[in-house]
């Protein structure tokens, strides 16, 4: 059974719109609105993309996003009802999901490791960074507080093609911090596959904090320039 200690503090209610393509998030209280880290982080690898669709065609290539999404979402949803202490078998969805499924096995080692969850799907922000996401999970991963990801991927990924993965851990890790002052010291991604297999990459959560100020500067200056184009 896994331990849930969720703070004490509630979260400010957000609310998620999309405009001109990008998510952003608004504050239901104060109206403020912030782009979401992963739109953000998009702007950073907009052209490796573009230069993939154009490679593979169109048709393809949205084909594959659109499986990939699926697959995604299938994989967290179980993730998610497994950490709620909830027995898969007896979910009457999960029994026809049989690739998701199976990734969600193979994770499912690596998911031992992780108690004292604090918060999951968690909408949060950072006031300091302008910026607000979607967090999969904050606990504690072999005893350390962690932002933990949950990933899917066909095939295992060099770590050098994920550094977005690490900025949008060290984004919650500030989003927690702003919010319950308490430090999450590590960034956790957890990326399952279609070949069987598990990767495990564990990062600082300040080690990613230039890229991501980094990132955030771009992201508005896209905007900037969008605007005036209009």
């Known amino acids: 059974m896994f331990k849930h200690q ?4 509630d979260l400010p209610l957000l609310k998620a719109k999309n405009v001109n393509g990008k998510r952003f998030y608004e504050h239901l209280e104060t109206k403020e609105v912030y782009p979401s880290i992963t739109s953000v982080l998009s702007i950073r690898q907009k052209e490796g993309l573009l230069e ?15 499986q990939a999404a699926n697959r995604g979402t299938a994989v967290h949803n179980m993730v998610e009802d497994y950490l709620n202490n909830v027995d898969l078998d007896q979910v009457e969805k999960y029994k026809k999901q049989f690739l998701p499924r199976m990734m969600f096995n193979v994770l499912k080692p690596e998911l031992s490791r992780i108690n004292n969850i604090r918060l999951q799907e968690a909408q949060m922000f950072s006031t300091d960074y302008t910026v607000a996401g979607r967090c999969d999970c904050i606990a504690e991963y072999d005893g350390v507080l ?10 295992e990924k060099a770590e050098d093609w994920i550094e ?4 949008q851990g060290s984004a919650y890790a500030q989003m ?3 919010h319950f002052a308490e430090e999450v010291t590590q960034v956790v991604i957890l990326i399952t596959t279609e070949e069987g297999t598990t990767q495990v990459f564990k990062k600082n959560s300040i080690d990613y904090l ?9 992201f508005y200056d896209w905007v900037e320039k969008n605007e005036n184009n209009n």
Do not use: C
């Not at 993939?52 to 659109?66: D, F, L, S, T, Y």
């Not at 962690?146 to 095939?155: L, N």
């Not at 977005?164 to 900025?167: A, E, G, P, R």
């Open 52 to 66: 993939w669709r154009r490679k593979v065609g169109e048709q393809v290539a949205n084909h594959v996003m659109i």
């Open 210 to 218: 230039p890229q991501l100020k980094d990132a955030i500067e771009k």
């Open 6 to 9: 969720p703070p004490i503090n």
């Open 176 to 178: 927690f911090k702003e």
């Open 146 to 155: 962690s932002v933990i990801d949950f990933k899917t991927s066909t095939k």
């Open 164 to 167: 977005n993965y690490f900025i």
